[in-house]
Structures are given as C-alpha cells and as structure tokens.
C-alpha cells in the first residue's frame, strides 16, 4: 500500500505546477482521496479532497479559485493543478487517504522570486 507524490519544485509568484499522486496497493477508486501541506514550522494544512467517482470536490479558502483536483481511476493517480501560485504556498505537499490515515512522502513546492 503506497502514494508516491512528484511534480514539485521552484516556481516564481504568479506560477503554476501539477502535482501528481501514484497510488498503489489498494482498490484506489474505492476511497475519497486528500491533497494535505505543511509549511515550515506549521501544522498541516488541509487543501482539496475529491470523492471517489470525481464528480465532487472541496477545497480551503486560501486555494479556492487557484488550486484544481482532480482523479484518473484508470490510472491510480491523484492529481492537483495549481495556478497563480503565491509565496505562502510554499510547503510540502502530501497525498492522504483519509480512510486509514495513508498518507505520501511529499513532493515539495517553493514560491519565490
């Protein structure tokens, strides 16, 4: 049972990336899936979660607008676009199965002129 985050890196204000999330080991369309970020001396912070099917999906306030999630069950993988990117998002990002508390090693994003 494993989530395997990439698509991190450094990216100027105003940028954006894709994050994705391989998921393996367990029935992946089965379970509503997270996107979780802690920043540097912070607690996590939740981001998105999106329901097993895809067709609903919640978001924090301080992504909502910016941040997209979203699923591919055919291919296991958990995905979150993010534009307009912003210093504040600097953090580690993580995939989480909330179901069981599964969570990935984390790729990590920095926002910075």
């Known amino acids: 049972v494993q989530l395997v985050e990439s698509g991190g890196g450094m990216v100027q204000p105003g940028g954006s990336l894709r994050l994705s999330c391989a998921a393996s080991?367990?029935?992946?369309?089965?379970?509503?899936m997270s996107w979780v970020r802690q920043a540097p001396g912070k607690g996590p912070e939740w981001v998105s979660t999106i329901a097993t099917g895809g067709a609903y999906s919640y978001y924090a306030d301080s992504v909502k607008g910016r941040f997209t999630i979203s699923r591919d069950n055919t291919k296991n993988t958990l995905y979150l676009q993010m534009n307009s990117l912003k210093p504040e998002d600097t953090a580690l990002y993580y995939c989480n199965r909330p179901t069981g508390s599964l969570r990935g090693q984390g790729t990590q994003v920095t926002v910075s002129s």
């Open positions: 080991g367990f029935t992946f369309s089965s379970y509503d």
